[in-house]
Nanobody
Framework: QVQLVESGGGLVQPGGSLRLSCTAS????????MGWYRQAPGKQRELVAT???????NYADSLKGRFTISRDNANDTVYLQMNSLKPEDTAVYYC???????WGQGTQVTVSS
């Protein structure tokens, strides 16, 4: 059974930074594309970024330049570095193996003064 556990969320002021981490159980992590998604209150879940097993990244256009996804295959962990955070980045952030349908429970990120 694959488990994805996110951490690193919290409350941050506008302009601040956070780094989210997601650790996966099992060797399946190293095989597949990993992704971060988010869902804001009253909105649909949306793509934040993905990274292939070889390190090729893809970002939502609106987040390019502020967010960076990376992965550490040796430790079965994917990261999301978020800089210059805005109130509209407030959402629950989910880690996923999107091509095989595994999702974490999510971590809340709140950007507010």
């Amino acid at each position: 059974q694959v488990q994805l556990v996110e951490s690193g969320g919290g409350l941050v002021q506008p302009g601040g930074s956070l780094r989210l981490s997601c650790t996966a159980s099992g060797s399946i992590f190293r095989t597949y594309t990993m992704g971060w998604y988010r869902q804001a209150p009253g909105k649909q879940r949306e793509l934040v970024a993905t990274i292939t097993r070889g390190g090729i990244t893809n970002y939502a256009d609106s987040l390019k330049g502020r967010f960076t996804i990376s992965r550490d295959n040796a430790n079965d962990t994917v990261y999301l570095q978020m800089n210059s955070l805005k109130p509209e980045d407030t959402a629950v952030y989910y880690c996923a193996l999107p091509t095989v349908g595994y999702w974490g429970q999510g971590t809340q990120v709140t950007v507010s003064s």
